[in-house]
């Protein structure tokens, strides 16, 4: 190694090392500040009232959730019509019902519930995992119609009053001629 490929060698070191080592400071000295600005900004969020202006927002987000779970709802209450026309009877799993993504949810627990002894109803639920929600369940009965060799499905889609969770038991009385009714607390909601 020449003389003058070690100098050359030194001089891109020790220039390399002085680009390097402030860019390297600034990069640190933002990410501090970053972090402190985060976390400030988080506490600040949860240890303050939210403002009236900012109410519209939460509320709107709320709307946002149950719409989307009224639709997935909606959604499991279709594929368990055109489950059943398939197989002849209901999907006690939820992998059958081919679910969109958003039914992966932080905010509500998605169910399917049959009964061994009414065969003719199925219940689907979409339940909020936390107060603030309101709770959507759906119905599907099978409908027996005279003179017609094939059997006809129909669905009812009901919201709960409150925004909270609340899951209701099967109905005992399960129409053969008409839609299931909503439970009690319950109203009905229109099927998309």
């Not at 985060?38 to 939460?58: C, D, F, G, Q």
């Not at 909270?164 to 009905?188: A, D, E, I």
Request: net charge positive; hydrophobic share 40%; with cysteine.
């Amino acid at each position: 190694m020449s003389l003058r490929t070690a100098k050359h060698d030194k001089l891109k070191a020790a220039t390399l090392g002085t680009v390097l080592l402030p860019i390297a400071l600034v990069m640190i000295v933002n990410g501090l500040f970053l972090a402190v600005l985060v976390y400030r900004w988080s506490w600040n969020r949860s240890t303050t009232a939210i403002p009236a202006h900012n109410r519209r927002e939460v509320s709107s987000d709320v709307a946002i959730a149950q719409a989307k779970a009224r639709h997935v709802v909606n959604i499991m209450t279709r594929s368990q019509q055109a489950y059943y026309r398939r197989h002849g009877q209901f999907s006690t799993d939820l992998k059958d019902l081919n679910l969109p993504r958003e039914a992966e949810s932080d905010l509500y627990f998605y169910r399917t519930f049959t009964y061994r002894d009414r065969q003719g109803l199925v219940m689907v639920a979409a339940v909020p995992k936390h107060t603030g929600f309101k709770t959507y369940v759906g119905f599907v009965n099978v409908l027996k119609v005279d003179g017609l060799h094939s059997t006809l499905t129909e669905a009812t889609l009901c919201e709960s009053r409150e925004a909270k969770p609340l899951l209701r038991r099967l109905p005992t009385r399960v129409p053969t001629s008409g839609v299931v009714s909503c439970p009690t607390g319950f109203v009905n909601a229109p099927m998309i």
